[in-house]
């Protein structure tokens, strides 16, 4: 909560030779937030399958917090919503090219632009910013931040806390999906294969100089 104080330093300005009714009354709904009164809603993130979002970790357009599991190297999308006061009634405040979300622990990893998704939530209040990235090769706790100040406007800061895991045991690629293993694992299946070839032609030899020896 803050409070908006307006203070005119001269008199003069609302004397009827200079008064500006149309300033006048803009700075008033500036000062009691009719005007300029900005807010955040319809705020999610999720992991991204090849299908999407993962739809187990959002539920009615809210973050389920016990289901969030992320981890090194994921690629996430990111969603707020914005919305402006009008006088009357809560609508869609667009056109907005400066928003930005962090990515942050301790500092930001990612200062990432929010692109306008052009869609409005179901509801028609919120105007919708998104990103997509992929989650950096650190775990640890990490925070999904967007903290907009600008002159004119309330302020809008979000913040939200998430774990980072690292790959479990099972979760790492197999040696036969990394190219650079190949040679390695040929020299190994070549080592063996030599054995097994060495192995039968020793034992054959080995009977055929037995046989030669008995027929002497």
């Known amino acids: 909560m803050f409070i908006k104080i307006l ?29 300029g009164l900005i807010k955040a809603g319809h705020i999610h993130h ?38 402006t006061w009008d006088g009357e009634n809560w609508s869609p405040f667009k056109d907005v090219k400066d928003l930005q979300l962090e990515f942050i622990m301790l500092d930001p990893y990612y200062r ?30 990490f925070t999904f931040g967007v903290n907009y100040q600008r002159s004119g406007l309330s302020y809008i800061n979000e913040n939200d806390v998430v774990p980072i895991r690292h790959l479990a045991n099972d979760e790492y690629p197999r040696s036969w ?3 650079n293993s190949w040679v390695y694992i040929t020299s190994a299946v070549s080592v063996v294969a030599a054995w097994f070839i060495f192995s039968i032609v020793f034992v054959v030899s080995g009977k055929r100089q037995d046989q030669i020896k008995k027929n002497n």
């Open 46 to 83: 999720s992991k991204l399958t090849s299908g999407g979002f993962d739809k187990d970790e959002i539920l009615d357009g809210k973050q389920n917090i016990s289901n969030i599991n992320y981890k090194i190297k994921d690629m996430v999308s990111y969603e707020i919503g914005l919305s």
């Open 7 to 35: 203070w005119s330093g001269i008199d003069q300005f609302l004397n009827d030779d200079t008064f500006e009714e149309e300033i006048v009354d803009e700075l008033i709904k500036w000062c009691f937030q009719i005007k």
């Open 177 to 179: 999906e990394i190219t």
């Open 112 to 141: 990432l632009n929010l692109s306008d998704k052009l869609t409005e939530s179901e509801d028609g209040e919120y105007e919708l910013y998104g990103v997509q990235f992929r989650v950096p090769d650190q775990h640890g706790m």
